[in-house]
């Protein structure tokens, strides 16, 4: 299709094809069924090499770098650092919008196959690298943010047990011990 048009032609064709592409892929996420948007299942589980995101932290330094680039799904700002509402169906909600914004990010690096199908071949490569690295960060942002909110969610849960736990025991603060009679 490009490969028999000029390179600033070809470039300015991608570019609109690239926006249309990301347009497409951000609605697809988020239309797309909860079922399909599962923290437990692929691609989305995390893998033992992440060892719950030091991978990350170790290899790029992601603290440095991770409050500049906005993770944002559905105009809602995931910021793991201001996450005041910490209960447990909004730590779900903000889990559930890390795997939404990292589908977009896979369904956005997929442009590069199509990328190297329809330009000149090193056109292609090249156009579709610059894809790929502009949509890394983002994979690897959600990712980590998805390791703090479930770390954040284990908390979160035992603390729920421990109520619930005490509730059924029917503890309260008359039944401790109240060291001052043992003087």
């Not at 730590?91 to 330009?119: D, P, Q, W």
């Not at 942002?141 to 284990?154: D, H, I, K, Q, T």
């Amino acid at each position: 299709m490009l490969k028999s048009s000029s390179v600033i032609m070809a470039l300015i064709i991608n570019i609109l094809i690239i926006c249309l592409w990301h347009f497409l892929s951000f609605n697809i996420s988020r239309i797309i069924s909860p079922k399909f948007v599962d923290y437990k299942k692929f691609p989305y589980r995390a893998r033992k090499s992440e060892n719950r995101g030091s991978f990350y932290r170790d290899n790029f330094d992601i603290d440095a770098w991770y409050g500049i680039i906005p993770i944002k799904y559905n105009r809602e700002n995931i910021n793991i650092n201001v996450i005041t509402d910490s209960d447990i169906p909004s730590l779900m909600k903000y889990i559930t919008m890390t795997c939404r914004s990292e589908l977009c990010s896979i369904i956005n690096i997929l442009y590069f196959l199509f990328a190297v199908t329809i330009n000149l071949p090193a056109l292609g490569f090249i156009v579709g690298v610059l894809v790929v690295l502009g949509n890394l960060p983002f994979i690897f942002a959600n990712r980590y943010a998805r390791f703090l909110l479930l770390n954040e969610y284990v908390k979160k849960r035992k603390l729920v047990q421990i109520n619930q736990y005490i509730e059924e025991h029917n503890y309260n603060d008359n039944d401790k011990y109240n060291f001052r009679n043992f003087e």
